[in-house]
């Protein structure tokens, strides 16, 4: 295509016997050769001729292909995993339930995900919600505000990132994208924190601004800030490194505060966290489901919800109010779990019936690690020295779990 | 605001720990090693006056 103009211009075309490597040819006339948009690459398609790559879309990767008549071509978006180190960025999964009222700072809802909220009059409900941006999603997460609020220094969803997640980030531009949507029109808020690594970590506060109310719009924030001046790390591997907040507003540098009315509310979906300065299409951190729900149960295992749920099998010890326990985890917590949810009734049962209620229970700090944990089933009437099981006890609710959350 | 028992258990070795085992008001409780539970109240309570100092 591009031959054929330099034709047309030109009444006599330009013929070049020969050339040896590192002679130069010089033409005696300026010539250009103009692509029509941007983005499009000029390449040979034969011996004597040129052609042009056409303009990708954003996020796919130019590979060679002999197929095409350049030799080239725009494939993808790869979905990548690792790419994204935001686990459960598309809230696939909701272990800890799907509705949350009162759900104070520090609550987790949505696997991975927590809030921070230092306001006056928050009375918060979080809920799985489907609206979401577009068919790459089955469900958003969605904060609502019931009551009015005043004084809002804070108030957003945030995202734990493990130190070593955060680490391959150590040095360069980041690009956090994110689908929004929210009834207030105007500014509002993501923040990235990098300060729990050692070695410059910093701390990133942009803003973005809705321009339509209860339409999802598709945020993409750009910086160098908190992780380009890192030049090394001394933090732990499984630590805290920082975390992400997106949300009506996160804490400024400079105090100031809003006011939220009863019933605002934002959402969130499709949540990433990469290297680079562009943002690419959205990839699970853990690439398919299962990859995906394994990263969740690093930092929360639950499980139950059968009438009669058999949790393990163990025994009492020499007394009549203690029984323990070994629950396994389908795969290594990020650390010995530091605590234990659970919900009754439960009961220890030694098989066929004559179950005794378990009132409390406490994780063994005897022989627990990040594999397994030893549980202790604390109760009255137990009987010494025998073999028993846990289980629910006549309840599709009941359930046990382990956190390893930070 | 959560509703908090203490109780104190015997481990295999004889030694007793205190647990701290935390209402949540709709039937689920949290279960965790009282020094783990003061653990997070400080940090709690540092991470937010860390961030009431960035104002």
Redesign the interface.
Known sequence: MALNKLKQQYTDPLQVDSLNVNETLTIGKNISLKGSVKGQILAATNSDTMGFVEVGADGTTLVANSASATGMAWAGPIYTAGKNVIINGNFDYWQRGTTFTNSG??LYTADRFTSTI?ATGTNLTVTQDSSVPNAQSFYSTKFTQTTSASSV??YASRHWVEGGNFAILAGKTVTLSFWYKSNRTGIHNARIYSGYLSGNGG?FRGSFNINVANTWQYITLSTSIPFGSITSISGSLTGAGGFVDIGFKT?????ETISLSAGDYFQISQVQLEAGSVATPFSRAGGILQGELAACQRYYYRQGGLNYYLFANGAT?STTT?A?FRMQFPVPMRIIP???????PLQIDPGGGGGVAVS????????SNNYAASV?A?GTGFTANRPYNLAALNST?AYIAF?AEF | MDNVTFIEVEGRDGSTTTHAIIDRGNGEFTSMPKSVYDAQKDEFISSVSTEEVTK
Do not use: C, H, M, R
């Open positions: 700072a520090g230092n220094f804070e701390d804490a400024p540098v400079i105090a010890n203690k323990i530091v605590a234990i949810d659970y919900s009754g409390t229970l406490t994780q063994g700090t005897f022989d202790e604390n609710t956190s």
